[in-house]
């Protein structure tokens, strides 16, 4: 069925060679299933919804290029069909693209994330309108679009579990306002199997009120003293580094190895504090 809002200049009813079909351009699927029993209907009564092709710009081998049909094209082919029935449209590249896409769309032959990515092609790399206009050309509403796109915003876990039906578009929307690593928190938690909205948006709550606990003083403190001592290590070796170039018998050479021996002395300071403070807070946490 040819959608109301793509401008056909004209179509005619005929029919092709298979051999004459370029099936590359339009493919919103990433696998076109098990097309065994498709090819079993239609080899017992034909086939009764025809291609839908438009001439190519540039032909080279194949003169048609396919908009829509193409698990029963492939159907055909495994039948070994030379010909088959189609409908010749004269249409634009963008209306060939909303023509592929509302058939598919229709028939409900894409995963939610092929969807998404399609209306994603339409919207940003074409570059040819926005939800609301896609959403009138499909037959979709504009908030429907937009929940595909949000779905590819997900992790990649969490797509793969929309794509393969363990997760409804619906469920993983629920996770939107978690970062990337909370969602495959919950992901984890999850497991395999179906996954309720309940349950998903109970866990996205949890989580979403998570507070992470400030620091307290003696922590600073801790983390401080740390990098001072680092800090200390690294001076000390390029004191000594320093010494070295000095002349052992001089006034100079004497003084520069107090400085570096008080500074050891902070050091030894700073690295008993350190113990003692660890210590204070390994009691703390009992």
Same mark, same amino acid.
């Given at each position: 069925m040819l959608s109301s809002s793509v401008g056909v200049g004209r179509f005619e009813q005929l029919k092709v060679?298979?051999?004459e079909v370029d099936d590359?351009?339009?493919?919103?699927?990433?696998? +076109?299933? !098990?097309?065994?029993?498709?090819?079993g209907s239609i080899e017992r009564y034909g086939l009764l919804q025809p291609l839908i092709l438009r001439l190519k710009a540039n032909p080279e081998k194949e003169a048609y290029e396919l908009l829509a049909g193409h698990r029963r094209l492939a159907a055909c082919r495994l039948l070994g069909f030379t010909e088959v029935p189609a409908i010749l449209v004269d249409v634009n590249e963008k209306d060939a693209f909303i023509l592929a896409l509302t058939e598919n769309v229709q028939s409900k032959s894409l995963n939610?994330?092929?969807?998404?990515m399609a209306f994603q092609s339409y919207i940003h790399r074409k570059g040819w309108g926005g939800a609301s206009e896609l959403a009138r050309n499909i037959g979709k509403s504009p908030a429907y679009i937009?929940?595909?796109?949000?779905?590819?915003? +997900?992790? !990649?876990?969490?797509r793969s579990m929309v794509a393969s039906n363990r997760l409804a578009p619906f469920t993983a929307a629920e996770l939107h306002g978690l970062s990337g690593n909370q969602a495959e928190k919950l992901v984890a938690s999850i497991g395999d199997g179906q996954v309720s909205l309940r349950r998903v948006r109970k866990l996205a709550k949890e989580i979403k009120e998570e507070k992470e606990i400030a620091p307290t003083d003696l922590e600073r403190y801790s983390a401080a003293l740390k990098m001072f001592i680092l800090s200390t290590r690294r001076a000390l070796n390029e004191m000594d580094a320093s010494i070295h170039r000095l002349n052992e018998s001089g006034d100079y050479y004497r003084k520069a190895v107090k400085y570096r021996y008080?500074?050891?002395?902070?050091?030894?300071?700073?690295?008993?504090?350190?113990a003692s403070v660890?210590?204070?807070?390994?009691?703390n946490e009992l």
């Open positions: 060679k298979v051999s590359d351009e339009f493919v919103f699927r990433a696998d +076109l299933g !098990d097309i065994n029993s498709l090819a939610p994330i092929e969807e998404a937009s929940l595909r796109l949000q779905l590819l915003q +997900l992790p !990649d876990s969490i008080d500074l050891h002395r902070i050091l030894d300071s700073m690295v008993n504090e350190y660890k210590k204070q807070l390994l009691v």
